[in-house]
């Protein structure tokens, strides 16, 4: 079984920062990309960001030039640094993984249960 384990998550005011991580653990062969995206009460499931085991990355509009999403590939652990933080980046945040298990040669998606971010004043 493949586990992603979030954290980092909490309340802070705007203009605050936080990091989250989220590590992935089990039997897995290889990563091909790992991401974090975030719900919102009244929003659909957007994508914050994206890296891949390369190191390309995609990154939402919304948290460009505030957010900045990296990895340790030998932790299988990505890290999202959320800096100038606003309140309409409060959410759940979910960490994404595109990976193969050692048990199967088909890649997969796999979820964390999501660490609540709340920017308020």
């Known amino acids: 079984q493949v586990q992603l384990v979030e954290s980092g998550g909490g309340l802070v005011q705007p203009g605050g920062s936080l990091r989250l991580s989220c590590a992935a653990s089990g039997s897995i062969f290889s990563i091909n990309r790992m991401g974090w995206y975030r719900h919102a009460p009244g929003k659909q499931r957007e994508l914050v960001a994206v890296?891949?085991?390369?190191?390309?990355?995609n990154n939402a509009d919304s948290v460009k030039g505030r957010f900045t999403i990296s990895r340790d590939n030998a932790k299988n652990t990505v890290y999202l640094q959320m800096n100038s933080l606003k309140p309409e980046d409060t959410a759940v945040y979910y960490c994404?993984?595109?990976?193969?298990?050692?048990?199967?040669?088909?890649?997969?998606?796999?979820w964390g249960q999501g660490t609540q971010v709340t920017v308020s004043s």
């Open positions: 890296i891949t085991s390369g190191g390309s990355i």
């Open positions: 994404y993984a595109f990976l193969v298990t050692t048990q199967s040669t088909i890649s997969g998606n796999y």
